[in-house]
């Protein structure tokens, strides 16, 4: 990797206010949620889950899939930039504070509130540890070509870019736009999945950018199965040993699979007790990103991946609040 490279990710994704819950169950049941899975809605529908929670203990944090990964990139001990669409009112300058105050530089140019409100998501958690989020996206829609820094790009060791981006034309053009011009200025690009459902809805797009711009993919097993159609897992990994990008593949308390020059390796996991599963692939990604961009091999980021992946499952939230910098080298250096 490039020495002059000052930066290590430059990270783009929807820029979301998270409102954290812990709720039973039946709470899911009785408002006909999509359980540990992420649903779109509009402002008026999640005005009505958040009224239903009103006795529940609710806390704010800063969002969004990409997002959290860059505050695990700079816990690490890394360093970057964020892109992402705000609004100028107090959740877009809660947002921009929070990230600053991580490390990760995110200084684009805000929408007035004229345009809309900045984006939020409703994240409840049940005691199994899974989550089930509730997003009313905002103007993180509105995120643009234009905000892509090409600049930022230049300096950094990869990109890495959220697929929640493809569900909204103006986002997906921006996304496109990083990969591209990452290959052509020799940053490493990387991509998660993000979920299921977006995976199904795009696979033929999926497939095509994965073959033409991406060096690093992220996805889960189930991300995996629904962008191969095998459900079988060892099928689906002999699959992607035929194609061109690493591929990182988490298996939850199993650890993750990489998949790279046509063999698959398995890291083991971390054995914890999981409160919230909030962020942990954004965290593993996190990890992977930080040692490979420190040029570390694939399977020594993935260790730090899932050490990073354990730590923030044992809190509540999607975000790492303490620093592993000196454990982060200590698992790369085996």
């Not at 600053?100 to 995110?106: D, E, M, S, T, V």
Request: net charge negative; charged share 25%.
């Amino acid at each position: 990797m490039s020495q002059s490279r000052s930066h290590d990710v430059f990270g783009v994704g929807n820029a979301l206010v998270d409102t954290v819950v812990f709720v039973e169950d039946d709470f899911i049941r009785e408002h006909n949620l999509n359980k540990a899975a992420m649903t779109l809605a509009d402002s008026e529908k999640q005005a009505t889950i958040l009224q239903a929670l009103g006795k529940h203990s609710l806390e704010l944090k800063s969002g969004g899939s990409a997002a959290n990964t860059m505050i695990g990139v700079a816990r690490c001990g890394g360093t970057g930039f964020y892109t992402g669409k705000v609004a100028s009112d107090p959740n877009g300058e809660f947002y921009r504070m929070d990230l600053l105050k991580a490390g990760i530089r995110f200084d684009i140019h805000p929408e007035p509130e004229t345009a809309g409100a900045t984006g939020t998501c409703v994240v409840m958690t049940t005691p199994d540890a899974e989550r089930t989020m509730y997003t009313h996206l905002g103007v993180s829609v509105q995120l643009t070509e234009r905000d892509i820094d090409v600049e930022r790009i230049a300096s950094s060791r990869f990109v890495y870019v959220e697929g929640y981006l493809w569900d909204a034309e103006d986002p997906r053009r921006a996304c496109i736009k990083t990969l591209q011009e990452a290959r052509r200025l020799g940053t490493k690009a990387s991509f998660t999945f993000s979920d299921p459902f977006l995976v199904n809805r795009y696979r033929a797009d999926l497939h095509g950018m994965v073959r033409d711009l991406c060096d690093v993919v992220f996805m889960n097993e189930e991300e995996a199965k629904s962008f191969t159609e095998i459900p079988d897992l060892q099928r689906t990994l002999d699959y992607l040993k035929n194609l061109k990008p690493k591929f990182f593949v988490t298996a939850g308390k199993h650890g993750a699979y990489v998949v790279e020059d046509g063999n698959v390796y398995s890291v083991p996991g971390y054995p914890v007790e999981a409160i919230d599963t909030n962020g942990a692939g954004d965290n593993f990604a996190a990890g992977v990103l930080y040692g490979l961009s420190h040029g570390y091999s694939s399977q020594a980021a993935a260790r730090l991946g899932n050490y990073v992946a354990s730590e923030i499952v044992q809190v509540k939230g999607a975000r790492m609040e303490k620093d592993l910098n000196g454990k982060a080298m200590e698992i790369l250096r085996g």
